[in-house]
């Protein structure tokens, strides 16, 4: 099962910030978060990732609460090819591929 | 970079028929590949794990013998649906990780773009 929860859709205007919230109450020490996104019947891509400091790249930033028991990921001026179902996933770190295991996310509408 | 390709794009058989679906890694070797299903309006389900050179393992409820699964080189994996019915139609998607050598992390994956089936 899945071990995060997240809201089921999201509006966001163009050129807005998008904040999707996530929450991992359970999340283990040894855990990631991760965010994927999937454009419509397309495959999942790579966003993000962080432990428990909050990390930025081109595509987003990701804040993790102090406690680690939720986090947010940013886009910080979302456009409409921004429109895409984002999965929030908690993962442990082993060192080699580990499965990712995908809940339902959150469907962001990003609208003129 | 990390170029994962799936083929075909989209398919559709009828039903009884066998379906392959090919899964490569385009720009680096992949120790490992994950099979994913979706169907529509429905989160991704991994179906099973493939270890280059060994067997796969499959998740609760997916039948091996019905889902093949072949991991033979570090850059090839395959999925045939056999006996395909209308209920296997779905989008399958694989990915790929595990990386040997290389410069990427090898825990990362990275996905294809899906294969659609449509089985009538």
């Known amino acids: 099962d899945a071990k995060t929860t997240q809201p089921t859709s999201m509006d966001c205007a163009e050129g807005r910030a998008a904040n999707l919230p996530c929450n991992h109450s359970t999340i283990s020490g040894n855990e990631y978060v991760y965010w994927y996104r999937q454009i419509h019947s397309q495959g999942p891509q790579y966003i993000i990732h962080?432990?428990?400091n909050n990390e930025t790249n081109e595509m987003a930033s990701l804040i993790i609460t102090e406690d680690r028991k939720s986090s947010t990921l940013i886009l910080p001026h979302a456009t409409l090819r921004d429109t895409a179902v984002y999965y929030c996933?908690?993962?442990?770190?082993?060192?080699?591929?580990?499965?990712?295991?995908f809940g339902t996310g959150t469907r962001l509408q990003v609208t003129l | 970079g990390a170029v994962v390709s799936q083929h075909p794009s989209r398919v559709i058989c009828k039903s009884g028929t066998s379906v392959k679906i090919e899964c490569r890694s385009l720009?680096?070797?992949?120790?490992?590949m994950f099979w994913y299903r979706q169907f529509p309006k429905q989160s991704l389900m991994l179906m099973a794990t493939?270890?280059?050179?060994?067997?796969?393992?499959?998740e609760q409820g997916v039948e091996k013998d019905k889902f093949l699964i072949n991991h033979a080189s570090l850059t090839l994996s395959t999925l045939t649906v056999t006996s395909a019915h209308p209920e296997d139609s779905s989008f399958y998607i694989c990915?790929?990780?595990?990386?040997?050598?290389?410069?990427?992390?090898?825990?990362?994956?990275?996905f294809g773009p899906g294969t659609r089936l449509t089985v009538t």
């Open positions: 996933i908690v993962r442990t770190y082993t060192g080699t591929a580990s499965k990712l295991t």
């Open positions: 962080g432990l428990k």
């Open positions: 493939s270890n280059e050179g060994s067997k796969a393992t499959y």
């Open positions: 990915s790929a990780g595990g990386t040997a050598g290389g410069l990427r992390p090898s825990y990362e994956q990275y």
């Open positions: 720009d680096f070797q992949a120790t490992t």
